[in-house]
Structure formats: C-alpha cells, structure tokens
C-alpha cells in the first residue's frame, strides 16, 4: 500500500508542476522596456495612433489589431551617423525564436543619400496572424558610421484560442488538471 501512496503523489506532483508550466506559459508576459542604444530614431503610427520609445512596457504597448493581415503601418526613422554599408531588421521574439518583420540591405549607400519619403508605409503580412499576446520587439541598424539596437513591447490582439499554439497549450492545461483529479481519486482494492 506505501508503493501505490508513493506512486499516486509523484503523479500528484507531477501534475500540479505540468499544470503550474502550462498556466505559467499562457499567462507569462515580458518584462522588457523599450529602448534605442545609438544614433536613431523612429516611429511608427498603427490604426491612428503613433508610436515612439515611450510605448515601453506591458501597461503600455504598441498595440496591433486582430485584423492585422495587410495592415499599413506608415513609420519614419532617421539615422545621425554616417549610413554607408547599412543592414538592418525588425523581428518579434516568440519564446525562442524571432520572427522576422521586416529587413533591408545590405546597401552601399556610398554616397550617403538620405531618404526624405514622409509617406513611407510597411504593408505587415501574414506572418503574424496566428500569434496573440504581449511580446518583445527588437530592431537593429548597422551602418559605418555606427550601430542602432531597439527594444519595446508589442500587443497583438486577438483570442488565445484562436490560434494552434494557444489551443493546445490550453488541451494541455485542462488535461494536466484532469490527471490531478484523477491522481486523487483513491483506487478500490480488487477482490
């Protein structure tokens, strides 16, 4: 009888840490704030309203609608440093792995050309529709004459089960609760 107790509460345990995990995982949100290390600046103005670095926390995101396949998004961005030999990204970190946005160059720029474009518009595909929560963006931009790092926070709004990774991490969650129900549920002794 001690086995079977000593077995019934690993399980036990084991399912309160897998339910903590999947609770811990859905609701978990990044604590980073934003900012811009080196020589640029930039905005970006989503369904009216314009973001700078201020947008910087979870209590204060860059918010981007549910319907956000096709999006324009007109943005400006300036660099104070020589932009020569540039490159540069914007991506948003999902757990592991950063999904790339946007990029541009690598371009020569020998002659240092400035665009001036006040009506410069990023078209967001589809590579977001499937994601909803609260993230990290990042973005960078390396010329010769210096380099720019951004963070800031990013809400893309929409329902967590509408989207694979939600519904399952959610099948997780209830199953993880189901075998800690089940854990215990005291067994009849067999005849």
Avoid at 49 to 69: G, L, M, N
Avoid at 129 to 153: K, N, P, Q
């Amino acid at each position: 009888m001690k086995r079977r107790t000593g077995t019934v509460d690993r399980l036990r345990r084991l399912a309160v840490v897998a339910a903590v995990t999947c609770a811990v995982w859905l609701v978990a949100a990044p604590t980073v704030s934003a900012s811009v290390q080196g020589p640029c600046e930039g905005t970006a103005t989503i369904d009216g309203v314009t973001y700078d670095p201020s947008f910087d926390s979870a209590s204060k995101p860059i918010v981007v609608p549910e319907d956000r396949s096709g999006l324009r998004i007109p943005y400006s961005g300036a660099i104070t440093a020589q932009n020569t030999n540039y490159l540069g990204a914007v991506g948003i970190v999902v757990g592991p792995v950063t999904i790339n946005i946007a990029d541009w160059g690598l371009d020569e720029n020998v002659d240092d050309v400035r665009a001036t474009n006040p009506d410069a518009v990023y078209i967001l595909g589809s590579e977001l529709d499937s994601i909803v929560g609260l993230y990290r963006v990042t973005a960078f931009h390396d010329a010769d004459g210096g380099s720019c790092d951004a963070d800031a926070m990013v809400k893309l709004e929409g329902s967590v089960m509408s989207t694979p990774v939600g519904a399952g991490a959610t099948a997780g969650a209830v199953l993880a609760g189901v075998a800690v129900l089940a854990a215990g549920i005291p067994k009849g002794k067999k005849p």
